[in-house]
C-alpha cells in the first residue's frame, strides 16, 4: 500500500518559518517526482514545488522561490519543505503527492499526481 504522511505544519507569524516533512513509502518505481501542492478554502490547487528521485532536480512555484527550498537526505526519504519569509497568503493545507512525469511539468494545475497524503494544515499569521 503506498502511504504519504505530512507532518510539521502549524500556526506562525508572517515572517516565521517551518519545515514540513514528507515521508513515503510502498512503492517500488523508480522514476517519480514528489511534489507539495497547497490548497487553501476556496482556491484552485497550487503546485508548490518539486523534486526528482532520480536526480533532485527541483522545480518552484514563482510565488514561494527564493522562500521555500525542496530537500531530502541522502536515503531520498522523507522530502522537507522548509518554508521561510512565510507569508499570510501561504495559509493553506499542504499536500505531499507522488508524481510520475518530468519535474518541469510537475507544478501545472493539469500535473496528474499519482498518490497523494492527507495534508498538513499551515496557518500564517499577519
Known amino acids: 500500500e503506498v502511504l504519504l504522511v505530512e507532518s510539521g505544519g502549524g500556526l506562525v507569524q508572517a515572517g516565521g518559518s517551518l519545515r514540513l516533512s514528507c515521508a513515503a513509502s510502498?512503492?517500488?518505481?523508480?522514476?517519480?517526482?514528489i511534489a507539495w501542492f497547497r490548497q487553501a478554502p476556496g482556491k484552485e490547487r497550487e503546485g508548490v514545488s518539486c523534486m526528482s528521485n532520480s536526480d533532485g532536480s527541483t522545480a518552484y512555484a514563482h510565488s514561494v522561490k527564493g522562500r521555500f527550498t525542496i530537500s531530502r537526505n541522502d536515503g531520498k526519504n522523507p522530502v522537507y519543505l522548509q518554508m521561510d519569509s512565510l507569508k499570510p497568503e501561504d495559509t493553506a493545507v499542504y499536500y505531499c503527492?507522488?508524481?510520475?512525469?518530468?519535474?518541469?511539468?510537475?507544478?501545472?494545475?493539469?500535473?496528474?499526481?499519482?498518490?497523494r497524503g492527507r495534508g498538513t494544515q499551515v496557518t500564517v499569521s499577519s
Open positions: 503527492a507522488v508524481y510520475r512525469g518530468i519535474v518541469s511539468t510537475c507544478l501545472s494545475p493539469r500535473a496528474l499526481y499519482d498518490y
Open positions: 510502498g512503492f517500488t518505481f523508480d522514476d517519480y517526482a
